[in-house]
């Protein structure tokens, strides 16, 4: 069994945006929308600075109170997008439930969405005229190459169809000509999904939802689901069952994270390049 070292894998593509950062001219300018104060929500932003300063990317904080209405924000980050000095935007997720989610995230334009979470991004990156892939989709992309994981003719079983981890998985999935399936937390009888995968994806933020008794022997596992479980970070998969059962593995904390990041600045300097 092999544990899937995110944080390694990491280090060693940040080197790369560094060197690609240093040569663009101007240090690449990332502006992060944060609404509310929600300390976990404050956390991930803090990591993603140090990250990207790390990298030789500025970023910008824009930060609004969590009684903003959804015309309100939509304005302020109407004139966020078009600041000339921001070469990518983030919103980061979740945001209050009195404000429409979609409705602020179509407000990216494609030229500036490194999440590609616009309606319009996400429609790009479907019919394969997006230069940037989603930041998780991306992450994992890199984990199968840095690991010579092969998906072609295996059973995929993605859990979970949200917008940040299952939807944009799928998508590229497909793309690449994969055969999978989808099921969720309410799908009858999901050991039997689970039980006949070969490469299993969860982004379902369930905490240990998946246990060893649902898996097959030599399973491959990427865990990209993220939930706080008795204080702590907890992923989708129970990992003290499953890796007995597994082939290959990713930690949470310390997999699909720290690699997500990295693609998401890796997107902030190609974005940056293309308007140049």
């Known amino acids: ?19 690609e950062a240093a040569e663009f001219g101007k240090k ?11 300390p976990v929500v404050r956390k991930f932003v803090a990591q993603k600075k140090k990250a990207a300063e790390s990298a030789g990317i500025e970023v910008r904080v824009y930060e609004f109170e969590s009684a903003i209405t959804t015309n309100d924000l939509r304005r302020r980050l109407v004139e966020i997008v078009h600041e000339k000095k921001n070469d990518g935007v983030i919103i980061q997720l979740p945001l209050p439930s009195q404000v429409n989610t979609q409705y602020i995230l179509n407000a990216v334009t494609p030229e500036k969405d490194v999440d590609v979470l616009s309606a319009r ?3 790009n990156f479907v019919v394969g005229k997006s230069p940037v892939m989603p ?14 994981i092969q998906y072609a003719g295996r059973r995929i079983v993605i859990a979970g169809a949200g917008a940040l981890v299952g939807r944009p998985v ?28 070969d490469i299993i994806i969860s ?11 649902m898996l097959k022997e030599g399973v491959i596992i990427i865990d990209a689901g993220t939930s706080e479980s008795e204080g ?26 720290p690699v997500t990041v990295v693609m998401l600045l890796k997107n902030v300097v190609i974005l940056a390049r293309a308007r140049s």
Not at 1 to 17: C, P, T, V, Y
Not at 28 to 38: C, E
Not at 135 to 148: M, S, W
């Open 121 to 123: 991004s996400l429609g």
């Open 28 to 38: 690449p300018r990332l502006a992060a929308v944060v609404v509310g104060d929600d």
């Open 232 to 257: 702590k970070i907890a992923g989708d998969i129970d990992f003290e069952s499953a890796t007995p059962k597994a082939s290959y593995i990713t930690p949470v904390p310390g997999g699909v994270g």
């Open 203 to 213: 982004g379902m933020g369930e905490p240990r939802f998946i246990t060893g008794d």
């Open 135 to 148: 930041p998780v989709a991306g992450a994992i992309k890199a984990i199968f190459e840095e690991y010579g």
């Open 170 to 197: 799928a998508l590229w999935l497909l793309n690449a000509g994969a055969t999978l399936s989808i099921i969720r937390s309410s799908t009858p009888s999901p050991e039997e999904f689970l039980r006949a995968a």
């Open 1 to 19: 069994m092999i544990i899937l070292d995110g944080r390694k894998l990491a280090e060693k593509l940040l080197e790369d945006i560094r060197k």
